[in-house]
């Protein structure tokens, strides 16, 4: 069982960063690769989550076209934390960011921080 705590959201002016931090405790036998997604409102009722940025097992990133050359993301596997660094930021940035462990790639993640929230005001 792995258990991802995430943190570091805040509001900020459009143009402004962040960084946001996720610690991860616990094991399991399965290779996993780290993730950070975010669940943004589609309409007044409706939200979906959307991979930001993933880490390979290889070390291969895989950015979203929405934050590429904007965000970075990091893991340091001694610490057992991920990070994900947000510059240039814009109010359609606006959402719940969590951490995310994947057992296959493609795959919809199976452990889930508790999200940090993120607001951008223009």
């Known amino acids: 069982q792995l258990h991802l705590v995430d943190s570091g959201g805040a509001s900020v002016q459009a143009g402004g960063s962040l960084t946001l931090s996720c610690t991860v405790s616990?094991?399991?036998?399965?290779?996993?690769?780290m993730a950070w997604w975010r669940q943004e409102p589609v309409s007044e009722r409706e939200s979906q989550r959307k991979?930001?940025?993933?880490?390979?097992?290889?070390?291969?990133?895989d950015y979203a076209n929405f934050v590429k050359g904007r965000f970075t993301i990091s893991r340091d596997s001694t610490e057992n934390t991920l990070h994900l660094q947000m510059h240039d930021l814009e109010p359609e940035d606006t959402a719940k960011y969590y951490c995310?462990?994947?057992?296959?790639?493609?795959?919809?993640?199976?452990?889930w921080g508790q999200g940090t929230q993120v607001t951008v005001s223009s």
């Open positions: 991979a930001v940025a993933t880490v390979r097992l290889n070390g291969t990133i």
């Open positions: 995310a462990a994947i057992l296959e790639y493609g795959s919809w993640p199976y452990y």
């Open positions: 616990g094991r399991i036998t399965t290779p996993y690769f």
